[in-house]
């Protein structure tokens, strides 16, 4: 079975430039999330999708952050300006969806963005 | 708001030694736990899981404690092995697809 696809695996840029950051989750898997995990810190979320509908999006900077999830499958997430302190590993994951106890997260392998 | 602590950031182990890692929470509408193994440069993969309706889970080596009335939960692994050094990280759920992470431990077990 394929696992969470995500690219690039790096990325380096200037602050204020713009960066995509792009995910293909588990075929089938209704429910796409993007978090952010800062060098020594637990992963934070920033958008839960519920097949192309926002669940929540609570924690994104909406003033520099976007995301979207065309036709419920794969996903982008957009930063600009980037800043400094954007600099992390994305992380983007994937589950069944189907509310109920027991579920579980399957994550990618990652996009570390170093901003300069 | 962190509602899901780690306290310690590093452990360190002999191999063949117990290793217990700690967990604590805030929120009273959790009712799932999982815990997940991360090695540098790779995402998180996912290593047992506990419901509120039980206080123990066991997966080879693997064993998940949950203590609701302290809002506590630990994982054991015994034996030990230099492969089990990864970061581990606790995660909470209420009853859905909502995941809150705590901040990782870092495990060393030494050969």
């Known amino acids: 079975e394929a696992g969470v696809a995500q690219s690039p695996r790096y990325k380096i840029i200037e602050k204020r430039q713009s960066v995509a950051f792009w995910c293909n989750p588990i075929?089938?898997?209704?429910?796409l999330y993007w978090y952010q995990q800062i060098l020594g810190q637990g992963p934070k979320l920033l958008i839960q999708?519920?097949?192309?509908?926002?669940?929540?999006d609570s924690q994104l900077p909406k003033d520099r952050f976007s995301a979207e999830r065309l036709k419920g499958v794969d996903s982008t997430l957009k930063i600009q300006p980037a800043k400094l302190e954007d600099s992390a590993v994305y992380l983007c994951?994937?589950?069944?969806?189907?509310?109920?106890?027991?579920?579980?997260?399957?994550f990618g392998s990652g996009t570390q963005l170093s901003v300069l | 708001d962190q509602q899901v602590k780690q306290n310690s950031p590093s452990l360190s182990v002999q191999e063949g030694r117990i290793s217990i890692l700690n967990c604590d929470y805030t929120n009273s509408m959790f009712d799932y736990f999982l815990w997940y193994k991360k090695y540098p440069a790779e995402g998180p993969t996912f290593l047992i899981s506990i419901s509120s309706i039980k206080d123990k889970n066991e997966d080879g080596r693997f064993t998940v404690f949950l203590n609701k009335s302290a809002k506590h939960l630990s994982l054991h692994i015994v034996p030990s092995q230099p492969g089990d050094s990864a970061v581990y990280f606790c995660?909470?759920?209420?009853?859905?697809?909502?995941?809150?992470f705590g901040t990782g431990t870092s495990l060393t077990v030494i050969p």
């Open positions: 995660a909470a759920s209420p009853t859905g697809n909502q995941f809150y």
């Open positions: 075929s089938g898997h209704a429910t």
């Open positions: 999708f519920q097949n192309n509908g926002v669940v929540d």
């Open positions: 994951a994937s589950s069944l969806g189907v509310g109920t106890t027991g579920e579980k997260l399957f």
